[in-house]
């Protein structure tokens, strides 16, 4: 089946995020998500799922094992298993990219406290 933000599962995360649900399986989760400015996700790691996060407009920064990373739009960055990672948009403007993860995150993440 043909998914996009249309018509794939649609859920709110955080202070204003969004995020759908392109390909659901227990094998591989692929999720597109949107930030608005001074915005983070909860500090967590995982540790199965291998994640790649791939930016597709604006600019997202990734905390990952204590080191910032700022990634303009058509770059990624690989989260290995085990990894302590947060995504933060810190720009002035909108982020949305993608999060690729094999296998799937469902009941694999765990918080993890501060940030970098």
Do not use: K
Not at 81 to 90: F, K, T
Request: with cysteine; hydrophobic share 30%; glycine share 10%.
């Amino acid at each position: 089946m043909r998914r996009d933000t249309t018509n794939a599962q649609h859920y709110h995360w955080g202070e204003g995020c969004d995020g759908w649900v392109l390909a659901p399986g227990p094998e591989l989760l692929a999720i597109e998500e949107q930030m608005p400015p001074g915005t983070a996700e909860q500090r967590h790691l995982h540790m199965e799922a291998r994640q790649f996060f791939y930016v597709l407009d604006g600019e997202l920064t990734m905390e990952l094992e204590g080191e910032r990373h700022v990634l303009p739009a058509r770059t990624g960055i690989e989260i290995t298993p085990g990894q302590r990672h947060q995504a933060r948009n810190d720009s002035n403007g909108p982020v949305r990219f993608l999060v690729v993860s094999s296998p799937t995150t469902r009941s694999d993440r765990r918080d993890v406290e501060g940030t970098a």
